[in-house]
């Protein structure tokens, strides 16, 4: 079972500022795969980027991914109030379907 | 537009059994596969498993196989979770989403299952 470990657990920024966001998977795979999300108190998760490094229907050109093999990464390029949230990188059609990583937290400095 | 819109909050005894409801509308029920994931309390996200509703058949997690029982009614575009067995640390949100490894990614609201002597 292929395990996605995210870092850091927390970030602490301010608003303006840059965030990156790491996802490692514990054995190389497809990025065509890779996907992260975005979680708020109270909602569901929402897609941010898929395969890698796409962005999904309506998420501002603020948010990047990139990344293969084992390593990839979320950027925020500036930081706006309303993207702290709890981020998680998500790999499908391994076995199992879909993994998680446990998520990274980044709070308002 | 697609949603899984879920069914109502529970609160369960331990031992209890529940099942928790997915319907699905704005697009063919049968064409695309249901996963159920849950969030505990300030917790990640943990895949439990999902289902075919062409054909009924199911993939569960490890963790999860014996005690929980997915099924579609393909006449009412719902897919069921029911997780028997019921423990304290079983008290999370559960959700239902239609996820493809694409953009055609949805979820439901989710369903807050408390699970409380």
């Known amino acids: 079972e292929i395990v996605l470990t995210q870092s850091p657990g927390t970030l602490s920024l301010s608003p303006g500022e840059r965030a990156t966001l790491s996802c490692r998977a514990s054995?190389?795979?497809?990025?065509?795969?890779l996907a992260w999300y975005q979680q708020k108190p109270g909602q569901a998760p929402r897609l941010l980027i898929y395969?890698?490094?796409s962005r999904a229907t309506g998420i501002p050109d603020r948010f990047s991914g990139s990344g293969s093999g084992t390593d990839f990464t979320l950027t925020i390029s500036r930081l706006e109030p309303e993207d702290f949230a709890v981020y998680f990188c998500?790999?499908?059609?391994?076995?199992?379907?879909?993994?998680f990583g446990q998520g990274t937290r980044l709070e308002i400095k | 537009q697609v949603q899984l819109v879920q069914s109502g909050a529970e609160v369960k005894k331990p031992e209890a059994s529940v099942k928790v409801s997915c319907k699905a509308s704005?697009?063919?029920?049968?064409?695309?596969?249901i996963h159920w994931v849950r969030q505990a309390p300030g917790q990640g996200l943990e895949w439990m498993g999902r289902?075919?509703?062409?054909?009924?058949?199911?993939n569960y997690a490890q963790k999860f196989q014996g005690w929980v029982t997915m099924t579609r009614d393909t006449s009412i575009s719902t897919a069921y979770m029911e997780l028997s067995r019921l423990r304290s640390n079983d008290t999370a949100v559960y959700y239902c989403?239609?996820?493809?490894?694409?953009?055609?990614?949805?979820w439901g609201q989710g369903t807050l299952v408390t699970v409380s002597s």
């Open positions: 289902i075919n509703p062409n054909s009924g058949d199911t």
């Open positions: 989403a239609r996820v493809t490894g694409d953009y055609r990614d949805y």
């Open positions: 054995q190389s795979v497809s990025s065509s795969y």
């Open positions: 704005g697009y063919t029920f049968t064409d695309y596969y």
């Open positions: 395969g890698a490094s």
């Open positions: 998500q790999l499908y059609g391994y076995s199992p379907p879909i993994t």
